[in-house]
């Protein structure tokens, strides 16, 4: 088996469905792929309709929402493909996003992780697919938007890489978890996603992991995706959604940078997140 597509499915059928009829009307010829949805215990029936709909696609579902991280993990362990692509469900991909990428993949064994150039609805770019990885400062220079007023220095945008060619293929840090291609060796030598992450946060960290490990994460903006962004969860958003967004930060700073920065460093990163997540919290709960 060439390739294993993992979708997690939570309350997304149609989504879901839709994004797996864009990979079954693509252009995958010349390889063998298989699809897996886990469904962390969406309860609303979705799963029995992506089943009945999509008979040859494999199925786990789980009796409670276990997060991103896991679900993916479950799928990850029951794919037979030589190379993992972890998918969201609420993106669409175009002809030749699966045959450009899994070749080019195969092509470069020094390439680690694989993300493509992700499209919001409106043709935007979605600027997480092109990121630097998380550091204090380019933290603060991303939520002050001092990237977004000042998009070519290279020291404020560092954070989304905002200086960069969106349509140049770049060794980066970090690529996005929405399509995220991994060889199966590479798995095998760095291990799987973190499940300390329930959502967030999971796809930086494996790529800082992949990236220690002398591959490189690359960035292939010749084939694309649509992304719907933020489908489960929002409107009046769980929190427990916006609990897992803050934490992820505290999460990968001590398992990956404690011994980098300074106890201070450390106190103002942890308290600023928590700070920001009361807020966060605060205001969705006065939103009607």
Not at 119 to 145: E, M, Q, V, W
Request: proline share 3%; with cysteine.
């Amino acid at each position: 088996m060439d390739l294993s597509i993992i979708i997690v499915n939570y309350k997304t059928q149609q989504m879901t469905s839709d994004c797996i009829d864009s990979i079954m009307k693509s252009n995958t010829k010349g390889f063998d792929y298989e699809i897996i949805v886990v469904d962390n215990a969406s309860e609303d029936g979705s799963i029995e309709a992506i089943e009945k709909q999509f008979p040859q696609v494999r199925t786990i579902t789980n009796q409670e929402n276990l997060g991103f991280s896991k679900a993916n993990n479950m799928g990850i362990k029951i794919a037979d493909g030589d190379y993992i692509l972890l998918l969201n469900s609420d993106t669409i991909v175009e002809f030749n996003t699966l045959k450009g990428a899994l070749q080019f993949i195969k092509d470069h064994h020094h390439i680690g992780a694989l993300g493509c150039k992700i499209l919001l609805p409106s043709g935007k770019l979605d600027a997480a697919c092109k990121r630097s990885f998380p550091t204090p400062a380019n933290g603060i220079y991303h939520s002050l938007n001092l990237d977004t007023a000042f998009p070519d220095n290279v020291r404020f945008g560092a954070y989304n890489l905002t200086f960069a060619d969106e349509n140049k293929t770049s060794s980066i840090d970090c690529i996005m978890g929405a399509f995220m291609m991994v060889p199966r060796k590479v798995i095998d030598k760095v291990g799987m996603l973190d499940e300390d992450y329930f959502m967030y946060g999971e796809d930086v960290d494996w790529c800082y992991r992949i990236k220690n490990a002398g591959y490189q994460i690359m960035y292939y903006p010749e084939v694309r995706i649509f992304h719907h962004k933020k489908a489960s969860g929002i409107g009046k958003r769980n929190p427990k959604v916006i609990e897992a967004f803050y934490d992820s930060m505290g999460i990968f700073y001590n398992k990956h940078y404690q011994k980098r920065y300074s106890k201070f460093t450390r106190w103002c990163v942890i308290t600023g997140t928590a700070v920001m997540k009361k807020m966060a919290l605060y205001k969705n709960k006065r939103r009607k």
